[in-house]
């Protein structure tokens, strides 16, 4: 998502400290002169160039999100925006691709794959606008390849929303051998999330899907667990299915962990991993969070030569809520990404034919980060269509994960809007779940159900191939009308049987389809049968369920961390964040990664205390954006009892003392390591365990115990440790991962770290 690899925290609640270079109120930027370029309007009001107003100008641009206004580059008003814009209009592209923003090897690597023709260089980007609206898709995609990520992402900050849905609607980039991406085809990536990775949730949701005609691009999951044998376990798992209904040609499956993992998991298992994952950053420095780099990606795509290539996933924020802003906009940052991209698909369709080359598409990850992003749904849908040209003037294969995190201000109800909203578009694929609400992930995106009505209200197609699989299991008639299974995941798993030469009979077979679907509920997950009053809605039933986990995932965000729960933890030592209170925690991410002095004062006389015996861990606990999920019976108190049991018994030196952060995130976390380790005189390296409420939204109430280890050298140097170093064992509850469990994978995983440092 940025679905998502838990163990980098793609997605998860992840910010940065950050300084903007003007006030938050935004950037004013006066009425140019006529005619009157960037540059020229720069060097009139500074005297000469000025990176950081230019940056300034290039953000105001943008329509408003709040992410813009963190950084500090939004416009003020609506006349400071027309401005920027007036004057971006009338740049050339020339001079935008000379004038840098940010370079790097990402820049490098975008420039030495874009083609130069002398035909577009001295367009305005007023000009190139006009030329894009009004051109033919051919004269279009002639010169596509000639344009920077820069320059496109500066076009689509022209255009109003009609403007891109009108590109959208003419420019498309099908996956070899298939229809997916086609005018006309919206195709879709199931993602059968489990709280536990449990494959039986995993391959039920994907019979689930089939029954109603959805699922032909990607089998996708998102893993609790990045561990090489669970990711094989999981792709071993799809590929099965995939396999036994002869679908090896038509779609792949993919888990979504990080694509180190992925090969290792190749290697465990060979020919069962489909599809290789990354989510990918426009920064160098940023795709360090992920523990990516250029070289490290140039030699993952090498061993892609088969059917299926690259599947990478963007999103805008994602990099300044990493730490890594760099001073310019999101719009830019994703452009720069689907630049990344293009020109990874050019080393792998280089000396291929159309048919030879791998596919690789593209997933942008909309609102799954936060408020502090975007807030609105106005601005959700903006973004989509954002990317969603700005990805097929890259030549790319684009879908869409149209979502909302509960802490945003997006109903259920305003989904299905942004749903309407963008789907005119055209997007290649959106995500796919049995409800809007994900299991694991604790976030709304699209259901079936949407799928289902899209087609209805768009007339969109399936790729023909899964469309003829859908009427060989006779979910659709020969005129691809539903039949009496439509909506029956247990005809599908009948299907599956048949198909594996299983001899029990249909009632034999539907019996134990019922009881798996049974336990599969009683863990959490969501399984859709039938529909409502249209074939498109959810049964009355399960529409409720949903509605009760939105409403139950406001309640957790808002709860406060009791004062009293709190005293009862074992030698606990509280202290807060900057966060002022709740309300600026969840829409001020940044305040809760940072500590007070007063804060680092009790830190400092922790550390102090430890005169004759340093401890190895340091056990850390934070409210995070479900402090229920600390607060439940049964969930904190024998995972802590046991972790610490645990570390002990394996020769462990565990602090005394465990502290508690109200309001706190990932990043305080790290701080805590800082000041707590920066400074000891010693080469042996200390580890911190940072257990946190996980978002809400599943009914679980999950939390996570994030895990780091790294020598007193590297504590020392202030963000130094970061989530690439780190891992996480996520969805322990006594109603997901047992809190028993989760201590067996904490201590496994933290003594490899050990091993590794």
Known sequence: MLSTSVVLGQGYDFFSNRNPTVPVEGVVVDTPLKGEDIFSFIRRKHGKMDLSFYRQIIGAANEFKEGDLTLGIAAKNEASRTNARTLLSQTKLVDLDKNILYQDGILDLIQQSTFKIETTQDWTVGELKQFILTASEDAIKAIMPTLT?????????????????????????????????????????????????????????????????????????????????????????????????????????????????????????????????????????????????????????????????????????????????????????????????????????????????????????????????????????????????????????????????????????????????????????????????????????????????????????????M????????????????????????????????????????????????????????????????????????????????????????????????PTFTASIPAAVAISTNSKDRKDYVYHPESGEQLPIAARQVLKKINTSWVNEVPDVQIIISDGLNPRALMDNGHLAPFLTGLKKALKKDKYIVSDSTLVIKHGRVRAGYVCGEVLFGQLATNRQKGIIHIIGERPGSGHHNFSAYLTVASPSTWRQKGSVDHDISRVISGISDTALPPEQAVTDTLRVFNRLFAIV
Request: aromatic share 10%; glycine share 8%; charged share 20%.
């Open 149 to 465: 990520s820069d320059v496109i992402g500066c076009l689509v900050k022209l255009m109003s929303n009609d403007e891109l849905i009108s590109i959208g609607q003419n420019i498309f980039n099908p996956l070899p051998n298939s229809k997916i991406g086609s005018k006309g085809y919206l195709s879709a990536r199931v993602q059968p999330n489990s709280p536990t990775d449990n494959t039986e949730d995993i391959a039920w949701q994907v019979f689930d899907a089939w029954s109603y005609a959805v699922g032909d691009l990607l089998l996708g999951t998102n893993p609790v667990s990045s561990e090489p044998e669970s990711v094989a376990k999981i792709e071993q798992a799809l590929f099965e299915i995939i396999t036994s209904f002869g679908l090896q040609d038509t779609l792949p499956n993919c888990v979504l962990s990080h694509i180190d993992v992925q090969a290792q998991a190749e290697h465990l298992k060979p020919g069962t991993t489909g599809v290789w994952f990354q989510s990918l950053a426009g920064t160098e420095a940023a795709n360090q969070t992920f523990d990516v780099t250029i070289a490290k990606m140039v030699g993952h795509v090498a061993e892609r030569n088969g059917r299926y290539g690259l599947y990478a996933e963007t999103g805008q924020g994602a990099d300044f809520t990493n730490g890594h802003g760099e001073g310019f906009d999101m719009v830019l940052h994703e452009a720069r990404k689907y630049g990344f991209v293009r020109a990874l698909k050019q080393k792998m369709s280089a000396s291929k034919t159309t048919e030879e080359t791998p596919w690789v598409f593209l997933n942008d990850v909309a609102g799954f980060i936060g408020p502090e992003v975007f807030r609105t749904k106005e601005q959700l849908v903006r973004c989509c269509l954002e990317d969603t040209v700005m990805g097929k003037l890259h030549g790319l294969t684009i879908g869409l994960d149209i979502c909302s995190t509960l802490h945003m201000d997006v109903t259920l109800d305003d989904l299905d809007w942004c749903i309407e909203q963008v789907m005119p578009a055209n997007p290649a694929y959106l995500m796919a779940l049995p409800t809007k609400n994900d299991p694991m992930l604790s976030y709304l995106t699209t259901a079936f159900s949407n799928h289902v009505k899209i087609r209805e209200q768009f007339g969109y197609k399936v790729n023909d191939a």
């Open 467 to 562: 469309w003829d699989f859908f009427k060989k299991i006779e979910v659709l008639d020969t005129n691809g009308k539903p039949t009496e299974h439509f909506g029956d995941p247990i005809w599908v798993y009948y299907q599956y049987c048949l198909a594996k030469g299983d001899s029990r009979s249909q009632n034999e077979i539907y019996a134990d389809g019922k009881k798996c679907i049974a336990r599969i509920r009683e863990r959490g997950v969501p399984i859709a049968q039938g529909f409502g009053e249209n074939i498109w809605d959810l049964t009355p039933e399960l529409d409720q369920e949903v509605h009760t986990l939105y409403e139950d995932a406001k309640v957790s965000l808002w709860t406060p961390l009791d």
